[in-house]
């Protein structure tokens, strides 16, 4: 069983920055593609960004793309994203996921790959 924790969400004003954590259990960690996706109200889930175990390969959605930043650190069990230039339109509920067996980056955007997710923190950003 694998427990996530998310933190580092809050209010900012539009331009500004945040950096999500989420903290890990579990002694394989190191192994598991690690992704963030965000909710906002009334729409689905949404693929944000995501790293394979490794740390050498991430993926974003193109409309965070040059501005998010996502890494981990094994050591610690704990997976970043770096949010910069935030836009009102990044508001939304942010979720860690893990994926204990995701085959390859084609899969990392799909919700149901993954096996285990967070509580969800929110961010919201205002204009």
């Known amino acids: 069983q694998v427990q996530l924790v998310e933190s580092g969400g809050g209010l900012v004003q539009a331009g500004g920055s945040l950096r999500l954590s989420c903290a890990a259990s579990g002694r394989t960690f190191s192994s598991y593609v690690m992704g963030w996706f965000r909710q906002a109200p009334g729409k689905e889930r949404e693929f944000v960004a995501a790293i394979n175990w490794r740390g050498g390969s991430t993926y974003y959605v193109e409309s965070v793309k040059g501005r998010f930043t996502i890494s981990r650190d094994n050591a610690k069990n704990t997976v970043y994203l770096q949010m910069n230039s935030l836009k009102p339109e990044d508001t939304a509920v942010y979720y860690c996921?893990?994926?204990?067996?995701?085959?390859?980056?084609?899969?990392?955007?799909?919700?149901?790959?993954?096996?285990?997710w967070g509580q969800g923190t929110q961010v919201t950003v205002s204009s």
């Open positions: 996921a893990a994926g204990v067996s995701i085959k390859s980056g084609t899969y990392y955007y799909i919700p149901t790959q993954y096996d285990y």
